[in-house]
């Protein structure tokens, strides 16, 4: 399933805790598309914590505690991070991360934790939701088979990498529209990861985020770029970047574009892919701005120029997802409309 929906999906169960509906969710997928990510998210929208804990670091004692003397009896003390409603808040997320990297009776011993809230005398806060997230058997991770009982409580989801939903994503978080503009035109290289090799480095949702930072780091130092590319994306798709960005000399004045003033459209589809990025950062920083509209009329005008009105349509898509319906009422949007209409209608 695509981010956009697993995050919708995670959303409702999150709600569901405090109605009484709520089933735990296990994420599957390889590494570095995002599942981490996807509940961290949640939680931030909700402002509550996430109590992450990794089951591959414990024994079974951690969870289950530690047990001590009462006159005849024997109790069990309860774990600090387990989530407490005093001290963590009535709300929250439980986060059993690298869940399928734990030993047997690691997993063992979450099983009445997941399914029955409960651990013992211990009772899981009820507006907490519980989340899990792991790696398949075929990922080449430290992974043990999921025992049936322990997967029989969870409902299961597979991560799938969708390059519209991490776009989406990066315009929303700031990366590099440079990066944004090479997916966009290397749209196989978002994920590309052969366990086969088992890479050290290999082009990921979480990987391109680390590029974007090596980009603000060492843009100013061709000697560095290059490799410090290929350390977090991987030897081959490092070079491609690399080539791409210093390519993006030729670019037209964006500044110009955004004022209404005449500017070319490049014939290189890779610049055409850079422009239509970075007309979009341009929008993105403009909106809160007097000259908002006038800023995104004129993107508009410049996206029916393109040779291939599809690119033109990338664009403007693009443009929505970051702005939103607010794009509607700019004025331009219906002359580009009109003029893309039998591009739509076959799309």
Partial sequence: MRPAQLLRVLEREFI????????????????????????????????????????????????????????????????????????????????????????PAVSAAAYQLILDRRLGEYQVPEHWAIFAAGNRQGDRGVTYSMP???????????????LDDWVAWAYGSGIDERIIAFL?????LLFDFDPAHNPVAFPSPRSW????????????????????????????????????????????DLDAICAGEAAVVPREIDLQYAVAAALVGKAIRARDSDHSAQVIGHILGYATRFPQREMGVMLVSDLHRAIGNRLFEVPAFADWATAVADVMLYE
């Fill in 209 to 252: 985020e680390f590029a974007h930072r090596a980009l603000q780091k060492f843009q100013n130092e061709p000697g560095l770029l290059q490799g410090t590319l290929q350390a977090c994306v991987g030897p081959a798709a490092g070079v491609e970047l690399t080539a791409f960005v210093n390519s993006l000399e030729q670019m037209p």
């Fill in 16 to 103: 569901s805790a405090a109605e009484g509906h709520h089933t735990p969710v296990m994420l599957w997928g390889p590494p570095g598309v995002g599942k981490s990510q996807m509940v961290a998210h949640i939680a931030a929208r909700h402002q509550v914590p996430v109590i992450d804990i990794r089951l591959s670091q414990m024994e079974p004692s951690d969870l289950r505690g530690i047990p001590f003397r009462v006159g005849e009896l024997v109790q069990w003390a309860v774990p600090g991070m387990l989530p407490d409603a005093e001290r963590h808040g009535s709300a929250g997320v439980l986060f059993l991360d690298e869940i399928t990297s734990a030993p």
């Fill in 184 to 188: 966009r035109f290397r749209p196989e």
């Fill in 148 to 162: 049936a009982p322990l997967a029989n409580r969870f409902s299961h989801f597979e991560v799938e990498t969708n």
